[in-house]
């Protein structure tokens, strides 16, 4: 059932274009609109919204800051994102006009469930992002967008993870066009580019012998660093994620602006810094400063692992390992960047002997508050 591959980890994110892929298919109805899976929710309530929460936990809470940029972008409508645990405890100001986005793979985490329940209470209306079909999250929300991921085996969320964003890009589109912000051939030309998506994870997936090289080689490491910029902050996040709870290994995901005002302390002599470099393609100033903290880092001793879109050459050049993703809308490249940072967390805890498939301490669903 592993399919070949030495664990379920390794299988889901092999599973990842698929993931993608079957999260697009078939969303849209005859006049171009989302169709959600379970329950209706009012388009004059969905015309009305001024706020959106995206409530959620972990890994999922990092797939709706990803989505976000896109989901803004497109609607203008204003995101936050918030732990589903924090969520209830701020005395949010949540109202009739507020949509809350539940994000959750399998649909039991139930600091989530609670989450829903008090916006609920509070008039929101709730849009499940789930996989897990019939789950408690999917049942209790007003409507659910689903994953379609199949089933995630392995503790640590990967495919779940690309689809949840998906999803939340799907929901994006259909706000824009339902509240008049975009235009058909404007939607077209966002869902043609999503649906090349899957193609270029796979591209991903084929040409990922070196990060998994390099990751066999890093099994005495302490600590290791992330850092990201715009789209690539949320991704920063998650990879360090991923090293912590597989590898058991300290890592850290920063906004690379934020270098400046206080993580650069920690970088010493062959300290390994991720950079998650933004295309040159997008706002060049961008990539340019976040080239600039590669070198920031560099300078101090950092051994630095970049990601950077095929053909960046000048990424290259202040790299001490570069891996490339092909290019996407900048806001899509979440979707290409993670696979990377997911590959090296299994490789380096396989390298270490470790069981990625059930890491210590952890449960599939975290069905206690
Ligand atoms: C990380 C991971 C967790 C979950 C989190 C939410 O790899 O698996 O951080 O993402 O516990 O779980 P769900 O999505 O089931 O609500």
Request: glycine share 6%.
């Amino acid at each position: 059932e592993k399919g070949g591959f030495a664990s379920f980890m390794d299988k889901e994110i092999h599973d990842q274009p698929a993931a993608v892929a079957d999260t697009l298919r078939g969303r849209l109805d005859a006049q171009g609109r989302l169709k959600l899976d379970e329950g209706v929710v009012d388009e004059y309530v969905l015309k009305s919204i001024d706020k959106i929460i995206v409530i959620a936990c972990g890994t999922a809470s990092y797939a709706g800051l990803a989505a976000r940029y896109a989901i803004e972008h497109w609607t203008r409508i204003p995101v936050e994102v918030e732990l589903a645990h924090e969520f209830r405890y701020r005395d949010p100001i949540v109202s009739v006009k507020t949509l809350v986005v539940a994000i959750s793979q399998s649909g039991e985490t139930m600091d989530t469930i609670m989450a829903v329940r008090h916006a609920q209470q509070q008039g929101a209306t709730v849009i499940g992002i789930v996989n897990a079909q019939g789950s408690t999250i999917a049942r209790e929300a007003d409507a659910v967008l689903y994953t379609r991921a199949g089933p995630e085996i392995a503790v640590a969320s990967t495919k779940a993870f690309v689809s949840q964003i998906t999803a939340g890009f799907l929901l994006g589109i259909y706000l824009a066009e339902l509240r008049g912000n975009k235009f058909p051939d404007e939607i077209d030309a966002l869902l043609s580019e999503l649906d090349a998506i899957p193609a270029k994870i796979q591209r991903v997936l084929d040409t990922a012998a070196p990060i998994r090289e390099v990751a066999a080689s890093m099994a005495n490491e302490r600590t290791v660093l992330f850092l990201g910029r715009h789209v690539g902050f949320p991704i920063a996040l998650e990879g360090a994620l991923k090293l912590k709870e597989l590898a058991y290994i300290h890592a850290e995901g920063f906004a690379a602006g934020e270098l400046k005002h206080g993580p650069i302390a920690l970088v010493e002599q062959d300290q390994p810094v991720f950079v998650i470099v933004p295309s040159p393609r997008g706002r060049e100033s961008l990539h340019s400063k976040v080239l600039s903290n590669v070198q920031e880092v560099r300078a101090r001793g950092a051994r630095t692992l970049v990601i950077a879109e095929e053909g960046d050459t000048v990424a290259a050049q202040h790299a001490d390992e570069i891996f490339y993703v092909p290019a996407a809308p900048v806001l899509m490249t979440p979707l290409l960047c993670v696979v990377p940072l997911q590959i090296f967390a299994l490789e380096l805890a396989a390298a270490k002997g470790y069981d990625v498939d059930q890491p210590r301490n952890l449960a599939k669903s975290v069905t206690v508050e």
